[in-house]
């Protein structure tokens, strides 16, 4: 049951405020950390907390942020013989913001992430062949997620896209080819054409890319759940209402538990239901990774909230 992830890696500044600032403003904050995030490790780390065997793909610079990358994935106990290091390239940083209520803004730099090349993809092709699922994402170049994804059906292996953050130029020849699709209503909207503020118009949206010819499009909605659409019409798993301090990672979160449960599993309502579990405990702690919880923390918080 090992998942290939294929994507970035970012060091996460985080500054937490009481109210977002205005543009020209200056504000002070209440609180500053320093943690590992993008949007390929979060997905790799969530996964690799719900059991998952995890196959890294990535690419990190010579500083001291690309040295604790490294060092985070080997403590997680994710294989990092594909990872790529360019010691003349800075690592990938991600500057957020995040308020009192847990939304949060967020500016990142690729740095050599955008070093993560096709040539990476066909280098490690014969460990992909062995993997039970391929996780991709957009920050990384779209010819490296084309390749992932012609690598993953030459081999038979499944594939599941997340396009954050959305890109007009995500062609759909590429997203129909993929087994699973995994946006959040703002890029569902982008990708789509549509709008997507209600339920029934993200119902909409999601079946117009059935229609273009996707198998699987699972939207998340944060508070709202997560919709499974298909051929046959939606399906729903509702979130569990809890107190949001810090919402930064909490789509990783649900899709590297989501593609751990249903490599294990099979069924797809059941590793969105794991998903949304494991989303809604992250987003009680503050930080991407770092809030991400252990198998026991999430049995335990069912115990209490089922």
Not at 25 to 45: C, D, H, P, Y
Not at 49 to 59: D, N, T, V
Request: with cysteine; hydrophobic share 45%; aromatic share 4%.
């Amino acid at each position: 049951m090992k998942l290939a992830v294929i994507g970035s890696n970012m060091t996460d500044l985080t500054s937490y405020v009481n109210r977002m600032p205005r543009p020209g403003e200056t504000l002070e904050s209440t609180g500053f950390t320093v943690g590992r995030g993008g949007k390929g490790a979060n997905q790799a780390i969530a996964a690799a907390r719900c059991g998952a065997e995890i196959l890294m793909l990535s690419c990190v610079g010579g500083d001291v942020f690309g040295e604790a990358t490294i060092a985070n994935f080997k403590a997680n106990g994710i294989d990092v013989s594909h990872l790529k290091r360019i010691q003349a390239l800075q690592s990938g940083t991600a500057t957020i913001v995040v308020d009192t209520n847990g939304q949060n803004c967020i500016v990142i730099h690729k740095g050599a992430n955008n070093a993560l090349l096709p040539e990476d993809v066909d280098a490690a092709e014969e460990a992909l062949k062995t993997c039970s699922m391929i996780l991709l994402q957009l920050e990384i170049p779209l010819d490296t997620v084309r390749r992932a994804v012609e690598v993953g059906h030459r081999n038979g292996v499944p594939i599941l896209l997340n396009p954050a953050p959305a890109k007009a130029e995500l062609d759909m020849e590429t997203v129909c080819a993929c087994d699973f699709f995994v946006p959040n209503e703002t890029e569902l909207s982008l990708l789509s054409g549509r709008k997507t503020d209600t339920r029934q118009e993200i119902e909409a949206a999601a079946m117009e890319l059935i229609r273009r010819g996707l198998s699987h499009v699972i939207v998340t909605m944060g508070a709202r759940g997560a919709l499974w659409m298909t051929q046959e019409g939606a399906k729903y798993v509702e979130a569990h209402m809890v107190k949001a301090v810090d919402t930064t990672g909490a789509g990783d979160a649900f899709i590297g538990c989501f593609a751990a449960h249903y490599v294990r599993g099979g069924n797809v309502l059941d590793a969105m239901r794991a998903g949304c579990d494991f989303a809604a405990l992250s987003v009680m702690r503050r930080g991407a990774q770092a809030s991400y919880p252990t198998q026991e923390e999430v049995e335990a918080f069912l115990a209490e909230h089922v």
